[in-house]
């Protein structure tokens, strides 16, 4: 079982990579992703895929590789006083290469920081217009001196390819759970290494797991991943039965789930059965096309049945893209309740399924086939329940988890209900 266990070893194991990842500068290509996926692919089985700069993927194109080893400004007297070594964040994320000493006012169209946030540095990006940039904060850009910066990026950009994992578990038949979580952030802790954590010890779980359905964990960037994916995959995409993407697992807000474009599919009642379950606070919004890639999923030419699950949201907690989203703002707790969540909800679909009630005209009787044990000496009303209302939705039209969400039980109940009339001859597969 994927839930039975308490993680206390995934729970260390998800910070542990965390704060293994969190040094390296990621971005939609580059080394820092390739060092990404090899560290994760010490976890889990994972493919590493390299796509060609310029190749095409629907509308878009593969940019360029990004690779960048140092960056800095440096004052008169030759201190560092904007230094990438000492936060990777200090630089805006593809970065064209310079070297060349300028006055204040020319270097500031370049500088980017938060009056808001004065001591936070700003999480900038400019993958599709070839320019460069320093962060900082506020406060350390309102103390810069007039004078001469020597201004230095050692980055380039050139023909290379973009990088992204996949970890393919199959199950007994060839449909597909697809589980996507963005690899693209530099130094940022719960946007996106929470995600990548969570993800790789799902798989982690389910490596050892009796599989109904084949697993597919891709580690992509955010947007042009899941496009390049979707790309490349389009005679695999109809066996696409259920997804999720998980991403912003570690922070202290409680659970939210994006329900997939449908608004209807079993994964979001999977999810949302696995959260009221887990007796924590969350909340439920419905799509819309923004946030994460299940904008690509759910895009029309595909409507993949694919939800989301984030704790705090994008844009929704102060420390969203600054220097702030940082170790101090993962929770191993959190991201073992998000982990449960999600096992959870894959026991769920593994176990969900639609049956027919042989004996349909009127109630069987249950006591003179053995069903109505006592347990302890006394008789369980929950399981009692569970079996009638099995029996009364057994249908062929309801699923194990519709008959659980309308009794207002727990699905395993509704499961272990349906497991013994099966064995009683009073339920047959739909
Ligand atoms: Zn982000």
Redesign the pocket.
């Known amino acids: 079982m994927l839930t039975r266990t308490d993680p206390d070893d995934a729970r260390q194991g998800m910070h542990d990579l965390v704060r293994r990842l969190f040094p390296l500068c990621r971005s939609i290509t580059g080394d820092g992703v390739r060092e990404t996926l090899r560290i994760v692919g010490e976890q889990i089985p994972l493919t590493v895929h390299e796509v060609p700069s310029g190749a095409k993927a629907f509308d878009w194109t593969v940019p360029k590789e990004w690779n960048i080893r140092d960056a800095y400004i440096k004052n008169a007297q030759g201190d560092r006083v904007v230094d990438f070594r000492v936060n990777n964040l200090h630089i805006v994320s593809y970065s064209v290469p310079v070297r060349r000493t300028m006055r204040l006012a020319e270097l500031q169209p370049h500088l980017h920081s938060l009056p808001d946030q004065p001591d936070l540095i700003p ?1 900038r990006t400019s993958y599709y217009e070839e320019t460069w940039g320093f962060c900082l904060p506020h406060r350390q850009r309102q103390a810069l001196l007039d004078g001469d910066y020597e201004v230095v990026i050692d980055s380039t950009l050139s023909e290379g390819s973009l990088s992204y994992g996949e970890c393919l578990l199959p199950g007994a038949n060839g449909d597909e759970v697809l589980i996507y979580t ?1 690899t ?2 530099p130094s ?1 802790a719960n ?2 290494l929470a995600g990548i954590a969570v993800c790789t010890f799902l798989a982690r779980r389910l490596v050892s797991a009796k599989r109904r359905y084949t697993y597919r964990f891709v580690f992509g960037p ?1 947007t042009i991943g899941s496009l390049v994916w979707l790309s490349r995959n389009a005679d695999r995409v109809t066996r696409v039965r259920h997804g999720l993407v998980a991403v912003l697992l570690g922070d202290a807000g409680s659970l939210r789930y994006k329900r997939s474009r449908s608004g209807d599919a079993e994964v979001d009642h999977a999810v949302q059965h696995a959260l009221k379950q887990s007796g924590t606070t969350y909340d439920v919004e419905p799509f819309t096309p923004y946030g994460y890639d299940e904008r690509q999923f759910g895009s029309p030419g595909f409507n993949l049945p694919v939800g989301r699950l984030t704790r705090s949201p ?1 844009s929704g907690y102060p420390e ?2 600054t220097s702030a989203d940082n170790l101090a703002l993962i929770r191993p707790e959190s991201l073992a309740g998000s982990l449960a969540v999600c096992a959870r909800a894959v026991e769920i679909l593994e176990n969900n399924g639609r049956f027919v009630n042989t004996s349909p005209f009127g109630e069987p009787q249950l006591g003179r086939r053995g069903l109505y044990r006592t347990i302890g000496g006394e008789s369980s009303p929950a399981r009692e329940m569970a079996m009638l209302w099995t029996l009364n939705l057994s249908d062929g039209g309801h699923s194990l988890l519709e008959i659980a969400d309308r009794a207002g039980l727990d699905f395993e109940l509704i499961r272990r209900a349906a497991d013994e009339l099966m064995d009683a001859g009073l339920l047959t597969t739909a």
């Open positions: 999480y963005h693209c952030h940022l946007d996106n955010g994008n969203y893209h």
